[in-house]
């Protein structure tokens, strides 16, 4: 299993990146699809990210579907 502190700092990052704009959509669906499995709810939501940005690949998206993009992200690395 992976290192969960690791992917909580990594997942923020990612975030705020992509949230600022300074990220573009493909580079993270690719770091999601890449990120490989975790424990417990953590892996759960994971999963379900990875999943979300696979289902949704169309680009351009819509502002909805970007703050879905960002809900998803920051489910990773709630409480």
Do not use: Q
Not at 25 to 49: F, H, K, M, Q, S
């Amino acid at each position: 299993m992976n290192n969960i502190p690791d992917l909580m700092a990594s997942a923020k990052t990612v975030h705020a990146r992509y949230s600022a704009g300074r990220m573009g959509r493909e580079t993270v669906r690719e770091w999601i699809g890449r990120l490989g499995a975790y424990d417990g709810p953590t892996g759960d939501r994971v999963r379900e990210a990875a999943e979300w940005f696979r289902a949704n690949k169309s680009e351009p998206v819509s502002e909805e579907i970007r703050r879905t993009d960002l809900e998803r992200i920051a489910a990773i690395f709630a409480p």
